[in-house]
T-cell receptor, first 113, second 113 residues
Framework: NAGVMQNPRHLVRRRGQEARLRCSPM?????VYWYRQLPEEGLKFMVY????????ESGMPKERFSAEFPKEGPSILRIQQVVRGDSAAYFC???????????FGPGTRLTVL | AQSVSQHNHHVILSEAASLELGCNYS??????LFWYVQYPGQHLQLLLK??????LVKGIKGFEAEFIKSKFSFNLRKPSVQWSDTAEYFC???????????FGAGTTVTVRA
């Protein structure tokens, strides 16, 4: 019974590079959420997607960040031209519907040098 | 917007001691309340949740939480901790018709054998 999978678990990038974070939801789940945890802070909502649709991206920075959840394959959170302030833990969660319990992945820890 | 405050950043206990972690939230209406736990190297897991009914909620692993509406609080308790309870604990809130979770900053609990 595979849970939510995220990879990589750790990612190191230099300033200006791109970061791609992947999330495979639990089997049977078509709703995906991305959260970011900055040091010493709680998880903050970024974006909510269903298959092929972005439902709510109100928590996403307006520039450099994008997310997708294609018909086939994992959800991708993409950060272009990373800066040191992007260093954080990025968590993905999935659910069977929008108001069901969210199941979380182990997170991807991004470090920007 | 909802906000969640966890009173303690780091708690250190000996085995068999009692644990209580504070959580206060600000939100004007009905809320759903959650406690998540993240063991070292693992994903966030749901410990317990409150939607309605009995304000004393029993969760997994001997944890319980009490919803006190007048105090906007949802404190987590365990009468006797074990070394394996060493983890980070997150309180979270959402509106009943919302999908976004708002998290506290987390409390790191270290249990010494």
């Amino acid at each position: 019974n595979a849970g939510v999978m995220q990879n990589p678990r750790h990612l190191v990038r230099r300033r200006g590079q791109e970061a791609r974070l992947r999330c495979s939801p639990m089997k049977g789940h078509s709703h995906v959420y991305w959260y970011r945890q900055l040091p010493e802070e709680g998880l903050k909502f970024m974006v909510y997607l269903q298959k092929e649709n972005i439902i709510d991206e109100s928590g996403m920075p307006k520039e450099r960040f994008s997310a997708e959840f294609p018909k086939e394959g994992p959800s991708i959170l993409r950060i272009q031209q990373v800066v040191r302030g992007d260093s954080a833990a990025y968590f993905c969660a999935s659910s069977a519907s929008g108001f069901d319990e969210q199941f979380f992945g182990p997170g991807t820890r991004l470090t920007v040098l | 917007a909802q906000s969640v405050s966890q009173h303690n950043h780091h708690v250190i206990l000996s085995e068999a001691a009692s644990l209580e972690l504070g959580c206060n939230y600000s939100y004007g209406g009905t809320v759903n309340l959650f406690w998540y736990v993240q063991y070292p190297g693992q994903h966030l897991q749901l410990l317990l949740k409150y939607f309605s009914g009995d304000p004393l909620v029993k969760g997994i692993k001997g944890f319980e939480a009490e919803f006190i509406k007048s105090k906007f609080s949802f404190n987590l308790r365990k009468p006797s901790v074990q070394w394996s309870d060493t983890a980070e604990y997150f309180c979270a809130v959402r509106g009943p018709n919302d999908y976004k979770l708002s998290f506290g900053a987390g409390t790191t609990v270290t249990v010494r054998a």
